[in-house]
């Protein structure tokens, strides 16, 4: 893998400001995705970001934690946070800004027990495809320690296709991107938003419990996952 998009953020966190991704779809024109997303203070934290950090709870792993935003606050709060990236360029960041605990790592191959796995910025995408949903939660379910919780979003983006936008064979929600960075294209990746419902199907049919914490008025949903009966 390239890691296009761990260079981007090396690169603007080395002091390039403009350093943009563009991120190539599936289901349209490309995008451009300013890198400035990922060093966001938390005073301009999402109210679903707000609300995932309040409802987390004891020892943390930070799922996908691209430059560690998140992971920086909870430490500042006073969490034992663990910080999980497989991108170079993130784990360089991670450990320059201060970021404690940075685990260079795949999460399916990680081994630990956490309170609280936080998995945040459509952090559903990370199962790929709609059939790959169920592995996903099975994956992060073996992570948890006993009464602990998945923090997960993700996102109902039917709205992409009520203008007559021909919808994938599959399932809407499954989308595919690519990154470019300096004009070096990345390999195409599969990523998936998941409906309220669909995902409700889901975590039933692993023998977890939802629930919804926050829906926004985009359609990004926060859901707790725990073990049923915890």
């Known amino acids: 893998m390239k890691d296009l998009h761990g260079k981007a953020i090396l690169d603007y966190y080395k002091g390039n400001d403009e350093a943009t991704l563009i991120l190539h779809n599936s289901y349209g024109d490309p995008d451009e995705m300013p890198v400035e997303v990922f060093f966001r203070e ?3 934290f999402t109210t679903l970001e707000h609300l995932a950090l309040i409802e987390s709870k004891g020892r943390v792993l930070d799922l996908g934690a691209g430059a560690g935003a998140h992971s920086l606050v909870l ?4 969490f034992d946070v663990f910080a999980l990236e497989n991108s170079p360029g993130c784990v360089d960041v991670m450990r320059r800004s201060g970021v404690r ?5 795949d999460f399916r191959k990680h081994q630990g ?3 609280t796995v936080l998995i945040l910025m459509n952090g559903l995408g990370l199962a790929g495809t ?5 592995v996903f939660l099975q994956t992060c379910e073996k992570l948890l320690s006993p009464g602990g919780q998945i923090l997960v979003d993700s996102s109902d983006i039917s709205y992409l296709y009520e203008d ?5 064979a599959g399932y809407y ?6 990154y470019e960075f300096q004009e070096t294209k990345g390999d195409w990746f599969d990523w998936l938003y998941v409906d309220q419902q669909t995902l409700a199907e889901k975590v039933a049919a692993v023998g977890m419990e939802l629930e919804i914490l926050m829906t926004d008025e985009n359609d990004q949903y926060l859901a707790c996952i725990t073990r049923r009966g915890a």
């Open 164 to 168: 007559g936008t021909p919808k994938p």
């Open 173 to 178: 929600g499954e989308v595919r991107y690519r």
């Open 101 to 105: 605990n940075v685990l260079f790592e």
């Open 113 to 115: 027990q956490y309170d």
């Open 130 to 134: 709609l059939g790959q949903v169920e």
């Open 75 to 78: 430490q500042s709060r006073g």
């Open 42 to 44: 938390e005073e301009d």
